[in-house]
T-cell receptor, first 115, second 114 residues
Framework: DADVTQTPRNRITKTGKRIMLECSQT?????MYWYRQDPGLGLQLIYY???????NKGEISDGYSVSRQAQAKFSLSLESAIPNQTALYFC??????????????FGEGSRLTVL | AQSVTQPDIHITVSEGASLELRCNYS??????LFWYVQSPGQGLQLLLK??????LVQGIKGFEAEFKRSQSSFNLRKPSVHWSDAAEYFC????????????FGAGTRLAVHP
């Protein structure tokens, strides 16, 4: 099983609908992130969280919100989806201890299409 | 503003040929540097990272990268490319002093001809 699991993997929705993308991890990491990937733009940071009580905006947080329900769960919400939010969304985790310090571990992505 | 530039959007090489993917970054302070690879339909996987010390870094799958402070560059290299290396490659930079807030380049898509 994947260490970082995203659901759904694919979603098609209509403009104005509320959408939630969920992420869960079994890596035991404190830090979790949501990134958005658009062709030709790389990945852009939407929100990040260093623990359950710590939520921070990234580069492109407008139109998005997040919830850190537990150490292992971090969800991304689009309150009213619009077509330019069509993208591939990635959840990632990281730790500040051990050999993997600084490395992001990514889920397989959630492809969202807003019509 | 902090930025990461990957000048080559697409690169095509023949199997067995050498490869170099370029990455340049802005800003003066020496950041943490990373290369990730994304295979089709997959998430990103770390190839290698540089925090300090030896400027030539070895990674997985036979890749290496060299940090050149004077050129603000962190180019990725492989001496002999395999067909399975076809993927998209992302350079990423962390200026946040360990907060893991990575800024990614736009990516370079690598195609490998037999």
């Amino acid at each position: 099983d994947a260490d970082v699991t995203q659901t759904p993997r694919n979603r098609i929705t209509k403009t104005g609908k509320r959408i939630m993308l969920e992420c869960s991890q079994t890596k035991g990491h404190d830090r979790m992130y949501w990134y958005r990937q658009d062709p030709g733009l790389g990945l852009q940071l939407i929100y990040y969280s260093f623990d359950v009580k710590d939520i921070n905006k990234g580069e492109i947080s407008d139109g998005y919100s997040v919830s850190r329900q537990a150490q292992a769960k971090f969800s991304l919400s689009l309150e009213s989806a619009i077509p330019n939010q069509t993208a591939l969304y990635f959840c990632a985790t990281s730790t500040v201890t051990g050999a993997n310090t600084g490395e992001l571990f990514f889920g397989e992505g959630s492809r969202l299409t807003v019509l | 503003a902090q930025s990461v530039t990957q000048p080559d959007i697409h690169i095509t090489v023949s199997e067995g040929a050498s490869l170099e993917l370029r990455c340049n970054y802005s800003y003066g302070a020496t950041p943490y540097l990373f290369w990730y690879v994304q295979s089709p339909g997959q998430g990103l996987q770390l190839l290698l990272k540089y925090f300090s010390g030896d400027t030539l870094v070895q990674g997985i799958k036979g890749f290496e990268a060299e940090f050149k402070r004077s050129q603000s560059s962190f180019n990725l290299r492989k001496p002999s490319v395999h067909w399975s290396d076809a993927a998209e490659y992302f350079c990423a930079v962390d200026w946040s002093g360990g907060y893991n807030k990575l800024i990614f380049g736009a990516g370079t898509r690598l195609a490998v001809h037999p």
